[in-house]
């Protein structure tokens, strides 16, 4: 059994090396001939799975360790017979907290509060689900649009999208990309809905970068400066718009979903999937593959507003700033489409916020009801 892995995937000789000879290429490379002996594919996101990859191969089973599938022609593969799996869920809370870390930043360097804002989340998924409870968690007046979701469970707690629009601050995109149907996504934020946006409005994306006109969004940055932009995701990465990297006020390189615990998720979803493909047993658990986090616990006494102690938890384990920098380093340093990439394949160790558990000191504990509702373990009375 060889099973060929992009070389991004942790803990692969872990895991599928239980299972048959692993042979790591880098996402990017894997091309018809790599596959020409492999019974088994494991990829991430930016290896293009289609008719092209694998028609040459004796593949049995391609798996991706990533929640979005957009990057995988599942009809080319059934046809083959190949079987497919995907790890949804694996990341969300990852992304959950790269989106809070975010929204805290700007909310520092703007001079505003999140709790006085509305929020918009489109696509109320995994990712947008736990997003919209960790915010109301926040006491943050939130709305959410989401049509399939809407058709199939009654369009209570939805609104549409251009409702979203006109009412909400801050927009967050957590679609997946979608090309056509009658929920397509691609362009879902087009140049008519940008040139909507109240000024002043915080877009974020989290989704995919085809899900927002990034040519209409540079414009309306170059001619009004009036926005602010939150991407992580972009058209044509890693070989993304200049102009509009420069022009966000965060960005990063498709790595909110980029925690330890979510991309080992997503590797065991795989390696599950593949052995119960093959009738092995998985006998390997996530607390076999993670190790103990670098910061486990803090201790917060009085004196902490609640925004204060927010930020620092959240900044003491994912401070979004540090990709933010990174990646305009290494675009100096490379050029931006190698330094997008290079930023991905060496990024440093990163928990997820309910790694850490806080304890409260009598006079902080005011602080329990917003802590545990951004996600982190509170404990009071200890410490
Ligand atoms: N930036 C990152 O690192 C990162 C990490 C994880 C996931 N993602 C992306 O985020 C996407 C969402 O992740 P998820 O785990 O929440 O997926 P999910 O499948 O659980 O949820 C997606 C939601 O979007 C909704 N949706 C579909 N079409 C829509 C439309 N036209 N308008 C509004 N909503 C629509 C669906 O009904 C669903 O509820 C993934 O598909 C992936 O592309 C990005
Ligand atoms: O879809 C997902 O799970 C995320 O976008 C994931 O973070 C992608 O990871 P990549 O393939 O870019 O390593």
Not at 104 to 113: D, I, K, S, V
Not at 312 to 337: I, K, N, S
Request: hydrophobic share 45%.
């Amino acid at each position: 059994m060889r099973i060929v892995v992009d070389a991004n995937v942790p803990a692969a000789e872990a895991c599928f090396g239980t299972l048959g000879e692993v042979v790591p290429v880098p996402g990017r490379e894997i091309a018809p001939d790599t596959l020409r002996e492999a019974d088994a594919l494991v990829v991430r996101s930016v290896t293009r799975v289609d008719e092209a990859l694998v028609a040459g191969s004796r593949l049995r089973f391609v798996g991706t360790c990533t929640i979005g599938t957009d990057h995988v022609d599942r009809a080319a593969l059934a046809a083959r017979g190949i079987g497919f799996a995907s790890a949804p869920g694996c990341n969300a809370e990852a992304v959950v907290d790269h989106v809070l870390s975010s929204l805290a930043t700007l909310a520092e360097r703007r001079g505003f509060r999140l709790a006085e804002r509305r929020v918009g989340v489109v696509g109320a998924g995994n990712v947008g689900g736990r997003l919209l409870a960790r915010l109301r968690g926040l006491g943050v007046d939130c709305l959410a649009c989401d049509p399939p979701r809407a058709e199939a469970e009654g369009a209570d707690g939805f609104v549409d999208l251009d409702t979203l629009i006109g009412r909400c601050d801050v927009i967050c995109l957590h679609t997946p990309l979608v090309r056509e149907g009658p929920h397509a996504t691609r362009h879902l934020m087009d140049a008519r809905r940008i040139a909507a946006l109240a000024p002043g409005t915080v877009l974020l994306n989290a989704g995919r970068g085809d899900c927002l006109d990034g040519g209409a969004l540079r414009e309306r940055l170059a001619e009004r400066g009036d926005l602010d932009a939150l991407l992580d995701v972009w058209e044509g990465e890693p070989g993304i718009d200049a102009g509009l990297f420069e022009l966000a006020e965060l960005a990063t390189p498709h790595v909110a979903g980029y925690s330890l615990d979510g991309k080992l998720r997503g590797t065991q979803q795989i390696y599950r999937a593949l052995a119960h493909r093959l009738g092995l047993p998985a006998r390997l658990t996530l607390g076999d593959l993670a190790p103990a986090p670098p910061l486990a616990s803090l201790t917060l006494d009085g004196g902490l507003s609640v925004d204060e102690a927010l930020r620092l938890c959240m900044r003491a384990v994912h401070d979004v700033r540090r990709d933010h920098d990174a990646l305009r380093r290494e675009a100096r340093r490379q050029g931006l489409a190698a330094g997008f990439d290079a930023c991905r394949a060496r990024y440093p160790l990163r928990r997820e916020f309910s790694t850490l558990a806080v304890a409260l000191r009598p006079a902080a504990e005011a602080l329990a009801g917003p802590l545990s509702a951004a996600g982190f373990r509170v404990e009071i009375g200890k410490g």
